[in-house]
């Protein structure tokens, strides 16, 4: 169980390092105004969305459910209900964040560098409450 529990940490550590990273490409790939330098953008947000954000949030939630069902007394657990809708956001969020890659790429992105800011600081709102969560487990 140990084992699952550790790969999970680091597989949400993976898909939270994409989830505040793509954000701040949006930023950057939204002020961009040279072509050369948004098909950069482009290449590298598929990357990263792609090949780090999509497998390391498919490897946390399947090690999540490993671990629910290696712990069914979690769902009885206040805190465990906050903790899995705040996930659920988060899913939400990154598949968002595919919209969003997908609009960069067929070059109708409609929003602003500033939207893309504030945008960004979701997930730090959702780590802080999921981390309080399994560690202080308040209810």
Same mark, same amino acid.
Not at 56 to 73: D, F, K, N, R
């Given at each position: 169980?140990? %084992? ?10 993976? %898909? ?6 793509? +954000? ?29 954000? /999509? ?16 712990? +069914?007394? %979690? ?5 465990? /209900? ?11 969020? /990154? ?27 979701? +997930? #730090?709102?959702?780590? #802080? ?8 487990? +308040?209810?």
């Amino acid at each position: 169980m140990l %084992w699952i529990k550790a790969f999970h940490i680091i597989s949400a550590v993976a %898909w939270f390092a994409g989830l505040f990273y793509l +954000p701040r490409l949006f930023v950057y790939h939204a002020q961009c105004e040279d072509t050369l330098g948004r098909e950069r953008f482009k290449v590298m947000e598929r990357k990263l969305y792609r090949g780090i954000m /999509h497998p390391s949030a498919t490897l946390t939630v399947i090690l999540g459910l490993i671990l629910v069902y290696l712990t +069914p007394i %979690w769902l009885s657990a206040g805190w465990f /209900h906050t903790k899995i809708f705040l996930v659920l956001l988060l899913i939400g969020y /990154h598949l968002y964040c595919g919209r969003l890659l997908v609009a960069f790429r067929e070059d109708r992105n409609r929003y602003s560098h500033v939207f893309y800011r504030w945008f960004n600081e979701l +997930p #730090v709102l959702i780590l #802080v409450g999921v981390v309080i969560l399994v560690v202080v487990k +308040p209810f």
